[in-house]
């Protein structure tokens, strides 16, 4: 791969990833409610799904999708009720003080084995799994930066290894900035209020995707 390829690749995923989407709402909440080790467990799963969806794209997924109805209304369908669940979810969890959650999770890791955590990699891996846009960005962009004379797979690694890690990096960026902002949040209303934002956006993030439009199978 040309290393000026390689350069605006960056710059593009760059934009990407620090358009705040549905990982990095899901990092924000997990950091907030769980505290400052265990939002990375979201985030190493929603960077998982993302290796996975590049190789299902690269196998031919994308293609499917832009030309199958049904399989991009099931994917959609799927990934806007799993966004809404974890907004409802988010809207109705308690005021908790953020210095007990994280001392709660950190027995809870110690005891067990860390469950929470585990849950917390699920979660983030279904959001990136079940999201459409994620598969189609793949397909759409990858080949506009591979080069024909040189080997695919090399290339379709460097390309999701730099969109993965500028994903982590957005999602570090967001949380450091929402725990600089924790101290405003000790009130339990200002709590309940965080929680039903959060939970609000991801509902509309789910709303949204179920307004997203298969033009090409239309």
Not at 3 to 25: E, I, K, T
Not at 94 to 104: N, T
Not at 105 to 112: H, I, L, P
Request: overall charge positive; hydrophobic content about 55%.
């Amino acid at each position: 791969m040309h290393l000026s390829n390689w350069l605006v690749f960056c710059g593009v995923a760059f934009l990407v990833c620090f358009s705040p989407g549905p990982g990095v709402l899901l990092a924000i909440s997990n950091a907030m409610a769980h505290g400052k080790r265990d939002w990375v467990a979201s985030s190493l799963g929603n960077a998982t799904g993302l290796f996975i969806i590049s190789g299902v794209a690269m196998a031919g997924m994308g293609a499917i999708l832009a030309v199958s109805a049904l399989a991009f209304t099931i994917l959609k369908v799927a990934g806007a009720l799993y966004l809404i669940y974890l907004g409802i979810r988010q809207w109705r969890s308690q005021a908790v003080s953020f210095a007990a959650a994280e001392s709660a999770a950190g027995s809870v890791n110690k005891a067990t084995g860390a469950p929470a955590s585990r849950k917390l990699y699920g979660q983030g891996m279904g959001v990136a799994l079940t999201n459409p846009k994620a598969i189609l960005f793949f397909s759409a962009l990858f080949p506009q930066f591979i080069t024909a004379d040189a080997p695919v797979f090399e290339q379709v690694a460097v390309l999701t290894c730099t969109f993965v890690a500028m994903s982590l990096l957005s999602h570090l960026f967001y949380v450091l900035v929402a725990r600089m902002f924790k101290g405003q949040l000790t009130n339990p209303l200002k709590q309940r209020l965080f929680n039903r934002v959060s939970g609000g956006l991801f509902v509309v993030l789910g709303l949204s995707l179920l307004r997203l439009k298969n033009k090409v199978a239309a």
